[in-house]
């Protein structure tokens, strides 16, 4: 538990010039002579009324205050108190609602990059948080590779004939054990949290276990590759394990192409597309049924009893969920698209040639080929009769 004159320094201090890296690592470093004072999830409840007049006690961690302090100090009105790990989703989730402030002028663009400087602060900070090397990160954990080869010896028969499915399976089974045995080691954090960039099912799976499933496109079958990279690999699956280099390179020097000519077309056919003033209405009185989702409908406008309602902030929670009648370019009769059918949102962030926005579709094709260079993994899924049917 932090102490209370700790938790009390730390309410107090400022942010901005306070919060430095020597005073967090007098708070969680591990030095040659001492072990860290607290652990990142050390516990500590903030006092009813200590923190932006709190209504309530807090019960929190460490790591989650100094941050809360550190990053999102001038953001609590819009916020609130952020009691949760800041992993790529809760991540995600600050930032949209820190994007739509700033879209409604409800902070400015040096507060939004003063919170970006402050993110990347915490770079800096990567081997105080999260070591990246144990001894369970450099060589194949025993239990783990126990299991594989209890499995492959189990699966002998499909294994030889190249059964990706059954590769899969195994792959599966022996993850579970690997992410059990993580759990307990400090580098785990890198494979399980969902802020890390680096994969349990493909970074670890492909180093420390197994290669699992590839395609041998001479023979046109597959191979199970049971060992891994730092194993090393049988010298016979030597030309699949190429072909796996040269799939990479492919998807990222070639299959880039297709999104790059879909884009030009796109740019072509729809470089006209403009929106008209700002608080137009070309007065079409044809709309689209939708359920009101805010990630997908803020800043447009629905019709309700006749008068056409802006989505916002104010009032998405209001109508979140429900069946609502929308505005939409598809019935714009006007030669440019009004505001009305656009919605604001093109309007709050200055694009006026909204046609080019079609773009980002292809660009999702692109960013595909480019994930496919560094993930060759053979994935399987089931799907229904009734998911192919459109």
């Known amino acids: 538990m932090v102490s209370n004159e700790d938790l009390e320094y730390l309410l107090t201090l400022n942010?901005?010039?306070?919060i430095t890296k020597?005073?967090?690592?007098?708070?969680?470093?591990?030095?040659?002579?001492?072990?860290?004072?607290?652990?990142?999830n050390e516990p500590c409840v903030i006092p009813k009324g200590r923190y932006h007049n709190n209504a309530a006690p807090i019960q929190t961690t460490l790591g989650k205050l100094i941050y809360n302090r550190f990053a999102l100090e001038d953001f609590y009105?819009?916020?609130?108190?952020?009691?949760?790990?800041?992993?790529?989703?809760?991540f995600g989730d600050i930032n949209g609602k820190l994007v739509n402030a700033l879209i409604e002028d409800k902070i400015t663009t040096q507060q939004m990059a003063k919170f970006i400087d402050k993110n990347a602060f915490f770079y800096g900070m990567v081997t105080l948080l999260s070591p990246s090397f144990t001894q369970g990160s450099l060589v194949p954990n025993k239990k783990v590779i126990a299991k594989?080869?209890?499995?492959v010896k189990k699966y002998a028969k499909e294994i030889e004939a190249g059964d990706a499915i059954v590769g899969t399976e195994i792959e599966k089974e022996v993850l579970k054990v690997a992410a059990e045995e993580l759990k307990h080691d400090p580098v785990g954090e890198l494979f399980l949290s969902k802020a890390s960039k680096l994969s349990l099912n493909n970074t670890y799976k492909n180093m420390k276990i197994m290669r699992g499933p590839i395609m041998d496109t001479v023979k046109g079958k597959f191979v199970i590759s049971t060992t891994n990279y730092t194993e090393g690999i049988k010298p016979e699956e030597i030309p699949v394990y190429a072909n796996i280099a040269v799939a990479g390179a492919y998807a990222r020097g070639?299959?880039?192409?297709?999104?790059?000519?879909?884009?030009?077309?796109?740019?072509?056919?729809?470089?006209t597309v403009v929106l008209d003033k700002p608080g137009s209405d070309c007065g079409t009185h044809m709309t689209t049924k939708i359920i009101v989702n805010p990630k997908k409908h803020k800043y447009r406008y629905i019709v309700v009893n006749g008068k056409n309602i802006l989505l916002d902030s104010e009032n998405l929670n209001k109508y979140k969920g429900q069946e609502a009648q929308m505005r939409t370019p598809i019935y714009c009769k006007s030669t440019k698209i009004c505001s009305k059918c656009a919605g604001e949102l093109y309007y709050k962030i200055g694009i006026e040639n909204i046609g080019l926005t079609l773009s980002r579709l292809s660009n999702s094709v692109m960013n595909a080929a480019l994930k496919k260079s560094h993930d060759v993994t053979v994935k399987v899924s089931t799907?229904?009769?009734d998911e192919l049917v459109i």
């Open 383 to 385: 799907v229904s009769i």
């Open 77 to 90: 009105n819009i916020l609130g108190y952020v009691n949760k790990a800041v992993d790529s989703a809760t």
């Open 254 to 271: 070639k299959s880039t192409q297709i999104g790059g000519y879909i884009t030009k077309q796109f740019v072509a056919a729809f470089q």
């Open 22 to 40: 020597s005073y967090i690592i007098s708070l969680m470093g591990k030095t040659r002579n001492s072990e860290p004072k607290y652990k990142r």
């Open 148 to 151: 594989r080869d209890e499995l």
């Open 15 to 18: 942010p901005d010039t306070d």
